[in-house]
């Protein structure tokens, strides 16, 4: 009897939630801010789902209400990070500290941005006017925040982080990629606000897009000498592959986004020529930058199926796979809306269909982990020698 007590509590645990996490507080406590990467990459898929150049059964009501459960996660994540943060003081130093956790800080700003677009797009006819304005108050809040984390990052590893070339990867990225990923909403939101309001926000979207692009692209170079001279990164490190197809994704679609707003906000005023100008310079920059991304974009397929072979683990990375083939995807769009050239319609749609598969595996194997508790482990927090 006794044994299959034992056995029945066995039995019963291994179905139990969170099963691996010794005491409820620990979510709060082991929460780390790679879980903004969910809200980046389910943000995308919905983005993605709007560029289609053509109409599905449902199309849009499956893309609002991927941005309304996108809103969601988003707002349970602010509460635990901001839980954490004011439960767990003692936890942020360590944070700060980790050369790998410390990067993700980046994607809080680049995780909100999904939430104001689909504001702009869906908020007016579900919440009245009044959501244009709350989309306008949280763009500004994020990119302040971006700003912040692009600077306060590399700070800490000016500082007090401890890195080397080998160890380096394209994680680097995430925090000063920030900026830009709110500058290309600049683009979405201006045109549903008032001239003068559209003025600022892209003035200020060239700015943003100015302070993380040049930057971006120099962490890429160090990255391509870095796999030269060190190889490939450890197999758990396999989505960071594609994180360099995101800044150029982004960047491209910055210029394309902002370019098309800038004749509205500056028309009739005394650089309405500049705008027209930087209309057509986003066009052709955005379609050379849009060029750069197909050889990272063949690199990073071809790595992946090499790590494949070698067996990766899944783990909070993985939704790497996501948001850069995403962000990558609406630049092709756009490009095909601008250009009307078809070829671009043809592989953003293949583009798509990989993005859509990759959103369907990572989403459902964190799903998983979330119910059992295994995935709430902050690297930071994990004391030398105890790691698995």
Not at 80 to 85: N, Q, S, V, Y
Not at 191 to 215: D, E, F, N
Not at 263 to 284: I, S
Request: proline letters at 6%; charged letters at 10%; aromatic letters at 14%.
């Amino acid at each position: 009897m006794a044994q299959q007590a034992v056995t029945g509590r066995s039995t019963r645990s291994r179905f139990a939630p969170f099963r691996h996490v010794s005491h409820r507080q620990e979510i709060v406590r082991q929460f780390t801010p790679n879980w903004f990467a969910l809200t980046m990459g389910t943000g995308i898929v919905f983005l993605v789902l709007l560029g289609l150049p053509f109409q599905l059964p449902g199309q849009h009501l499956l893309a609002r209400a991927l941005w309304m459960i996108d809103t969601v996660f988003f707002l349970l994540f602010t509460i635990l990070f901001c839980a954490r943060l004011v439960r767990f003081p003692e936890t942020v130093r360590p944070m700060l500290d980790h050369p790998v956790q410390s990067m993700f800080l980046g994607a809080i700003p680049m995780g909100l941005i999904p939430v104001v677009n689909g504001l702009s797009v869906f908020g007016v006819e579900m919440f009245g006017p009044t959501a244009l304005s709350v989309a306008h108050g949280l763009w500004w809040f994020d990119a302040g925040l971006a700003v912040l984390i692009a600077c306060l990052v590399p700070y800490r590893m000016f500082t007090t982080q401890q890195h080397s070339a080998e160890q380096m990867t394209a994680v680097w990225l995430l925090p000063i990629v920030a900026p830009e990923v709110t500058a290309s909403s600049a683009g979405v939101l201006a045109p549903h606000l008032s001239q003068s309001a559209a003025q600022l926000l892209v003035a200020t979207g060239y700015v943003l897009w100015a302070i993380s692009v040049p930057l971006a692209f120099s962490v890429l170079t160090i990255v391509f000498l870095r796999l030269a001279l060190h190889k490939l990164p450890h197999r758990d490190m396999a989505a960071s592959s594609w994180l360099t197809l995101g800044p150029i994704g982004t960047g491209s679609l910055g210029l394309l986004l902002l370019g098309q707003a800038a004749p509205f906000a500056f028309g009739g005023t005394p650089l309405q020529q500049v705008a027209v100008v930087a209309r057509d310079f986003g066009l052709l920059a955005g379609l050379l930058l849009w060029g750069v991304g197909v050889w990272w974009l063949i690199t990073a397929v071809v790595l992946t199926i090499r790590y494949y072979r070698e067996g990766m683990r899944f783990n909070m990375g993985w939704w790497g796979f996501t948001f850069p083939i995403g962000v990558y995807t609406v630049a092709t769009f756009t490009l095909f809306r601008l250009t009307h050239f078809f070829p671009f319609a043809v592989f953003g749609t293949v583009l798509t269909v990989a993005l859509i598969g990759f959103w369907l595996i990572v989403i459902s194997r964190t799903l998983t982990g979330m119910w059992h508790g295994n995935l709430f482990q902050a690297p930071c927090l994990v004391k030398p020698g105890t790691q698995d």
